[in-house]
T-cell receptor, first 108, second 118 residues
Framework: RKEVEQDPGPFNVPEGATVAFNCTYSNSASQSFFWYRQDCRKEPKLLMSVYSSGNEDGRFTAQLNRASQYISLLIRDSKLSDSATYLCVVTYGNKLVFGAGTILRVKS | GAVVSQHPSWVICKSGTSVKIECRSLDFQATTMFWYRQFPKQSLMLMATSNEGSKATYEQGVEKDKFLINHASLTLSTLTVTSAHPEDSSFYIC??????????????FGPGTRLTVL
């Protein structure tokens, strides 16, 4: 079983749509949780951290459920520029463990 | 923000040659740097953790004699792929952790090096 699992997609959505990504992780000792964004042939960039209380940054909302070992990302009012691969990331000690990513394609 | 550079950004080499990739933290000191590899449509996989002034810690399945890591200063780590083979072709990405940064765990990624071995 992979340490971090994500639906690979792709999610094809029209501009303005709301889209949600889910992620599960296997190691209950994981300490910190993040969503990264990776554009084609580029390095991953931190999108936001994820907290149990839930956190929101503009059109993006992230949620963590430690009991279910489940992380989510909600994107509202999708823009063309949101098209990318979204990586669910958890930490274990010093290490970042990446999911394989979910592909989002926003179309006009 | 913290900036990490990598050089070269891409490299094509013949099978059997060695390739060195540099990772630099430009505006902060990085006591720890990480080397990742990403194959197409797969996730980033941690290869090794590099600590300044000490030997790197390699992940299970990564050959330390093939992937030589040197972290001689607080701003530079190098990865040398020795005797490269076509199966080593991949996207190699480094990251660096700011020892003085908050949150301490945040890693800043370099732009990656695309290696193609013919």
């Amino acid at each position: 079983r992979k340490e971090v699992e994500q639906d690979p997609g792709p999610f094809n959505v029209p501009e303005g749509a709301t889209v949600a990504f889910n992620c599960t992780y296997s190691n209950s000792a994981s300490q910190s949780f993040f969503w990264y964004r990776q554009d084609c042939r580029k390095e991953p960039k931190l999108l936001m951290s994820v907290y149990s209380s839930g956190n929101e940054d503009g059109r993006f909302t992230a949620q963590l459920n430690r009991a279910s070992q489940y992380i989510s990302l909600l994107i509202r009012d999708s823009k063309l520029s949101d098209s990318a691969t979204y990586l669910c990331v958890v930490t274990y000690g010093n290490k970042l463990v990446f999911g394989a990513g979910t592909i989002l394609r926003v179309k006009s | 923000g913290a900036v990490v550079s990598q050089h070269p950004s891409w490299v094509i080499c013949k099978s059997g040659t060695s390739v060195k990739i540099e990772c630099r933290s430009l505006d902060f000191q990085a006591t720890t740097m990480f080397w990742y590899r990403q194959f197409p449509k797969q996730s980033l996989m941690l290869m090794a953790t590099s600590n300044e002034g000490s030997k790197a810690t390699y992940e299970q399945g990564v050959e330390k004699d093939k992937f030589l890591i040197n972290h001689a200063s607080l701003t530079l780590s190098t990865l040398t792929v020795t005797s490269a083979h076509p199966e080593d072709s991949s996207f190699y990405i480094c990251s660096a952790r700011d020892a003085a940064g908050i949150p301490y765990n945040e890693q800043f990624f370099g732009p990656g090096t695309r290696l193609t071995v013919l």
